[in-house]
């Protein structure tokens, strides 16, 4: 018996794709991770976490082990509502649904709006893990290129002019990280923020506006899409996992209640009542302009290290995007194949991600490779750039 037979069309499409996560490569002991787009370590808040986890139990007892929970977690829209009112954003309760992370905000909103005949845009390069669930449900995209002001509008405005004249079906959806992009780092300037809203009302379609890097700053914090929209096109999709702990899977969407609603009909996990009602007990005892300060103090500085590191040590053909927040530096090996050189890297001890898995067509990033800045040490951050910097110059 073949269990092929007993798939879905959306599985047996999305098994013609690279196995989910195939993208992480298998790390060796010891070996600097300039790959992992993670906290830091020592950022995380393990006893502030601790001391939440002991007091909600103290006070609510088995409340948050049930299905049910606990009106704490009324408590955390709230506390989200209140963050998001601060940014411009004024987002009633009906409007807002907490997710378990990002990831399961996309996949929802993917579920409701997009099937086989869907065109959806996305950023050439963008994050993966989105890209693969949009394979999930179409296999009709437009990519559009990125450069140091962000997602090219101008590109964008261009390729919907031209299938509009040819006929051709317009995208629902086009999917953007304005702030600090995954992968590029680079953040959309008002310019451009200002026309994708724009074509977004003239040629009718949504924008899921990621902005999972959004409260990493390092000297000023850009206006999101979804404060500027006045039509309720942008679906602006947040995270705690960045900013507080990833584990605890904290996401959120914030659209029209109408949106809202359905989205809540697909989302069947039951919600997660523990993790929900322990964010809210932190965010209650912790304020978030400390917590969000110590971040972008500590993020900033392994980020002018690693760009220093970068300047020092690589080759002058080798060339990068300067991030202004977030947590990644996109850098462009002209002439390499950055999947060879992640061996060559993984052998010396250092690794990073390949281009290639941040775009539709994989060749389009082939010379180029994500170094992620979060995780690692400064001694670590500028010891695997030299080794790294080693790996290219042998390269040539």
């Known amino acids: ?27 060796p002991d010891n070996c600097i991770r300039l790959s992992s787009g993670f906290p830091a370590p020592d950022l995380v808040p393990v006893d502030s976490i601790q001391e939440a986890v002991v007091q909600l139990l103290n006070d609510e007892q088995d409340l948050p082990l049930h299905y049910l929970g606990t009106p704490k977690m009324d408590k955390l ?8 009112s601060e940014r411009g954003m004024h987002i009633s309760e009906k409007a807002l649904l907490v997710t378990a992370g990002a990831c399961q905000a996309i996949d929802l909103i993917a579920r409701v709006f997009v099937d086989g005949n869907t065109v959806v845009a996305v950023e050439a390069p963008t994050y993966m893990e ?10 009709q995209f437009i990519s559009i290129p990125i450069d140091e002001q962000g997602l090219q509008t101008k590109e964008l405005a261009r390729v919907l002019a031209e299938r509009e004249a040819q006929g051709l079906p317009l995208p629902k959806i086009v999917y953007t990280i304005p702030t600090f992009q995954n992968p590029t780092g680079t953040t959309m300037t008002d310019e451009r923020r200002k026309h994708i809203l724009e074509l977004a009302s003239q040629y009718d379609f949504l924008i899921l506006e990621d902005d999972a890097y959004g409260e990493l700053y390092f000297d000023k914090q850009p206006v999101t899409l979804k404060a500027m929209d006045h039509e309720n096109r942008v679906l602006y999709v947040g995270s705690l996992s960045k900013v507080v702990a990833p584990g605890l899977r904290i996401g959120w969407v914030a659209a029209t209640e109408e949106i809202i609603t359905s989205l809540y009909w697909f989302k069947k996990d039951l919600d997660h ?12 005892n912790n304020n978030f302009d400390n917590r969000f300060n110590t971040l972008r103090i500590s ?11 970068l300047e020092k040590n690589m080759p002058k053909s080798v060339t990068w995007y300067v991030p202004e927040g977030g947590y990644f530096v996109w850098i462009k090996v002209a002439g390499a194949d950055t999947s060879i050189l992640l061996q060559q890297a993984l052998d010396q001890g250092v690794s990073f991600l390949p281009g290639k898995y941040f775009f539709l067509n994989e060749q389009d990033g082939k010379e180029w490779l994500r170094l992620s800045f979060s995780y690692s040490g400064l001694k670590e951050i500028k010891k695997g750039v030299e080794m790294l910097g080693e790996v290219i110059a042998d390269w040539f």
């Open 299 to 309: 993020y900033q500085e392994r980020c002018s290290v690693l760009l220093a590191a």
């Open 1 to 27: 018996m073949s269990i092929d037979n007993f798939y879905s069309e959306n599985i047996k499409n999305a098994l013609k794709n690279d196995p989910p996560g195939e993208w992480m490569p298998t790390i």
């Open 77 to 84: 829209k709230q506390q989200i509502q209140a963050r998001l």
């Open 130 to 139: 989105a890209l693969e669930v949009f394979q999930n449900y179409t296999n």
């Open 273 to 284: 009542p523990f993790a929900q009602a322990i964010m809210a007990t932190y965010l209650g």
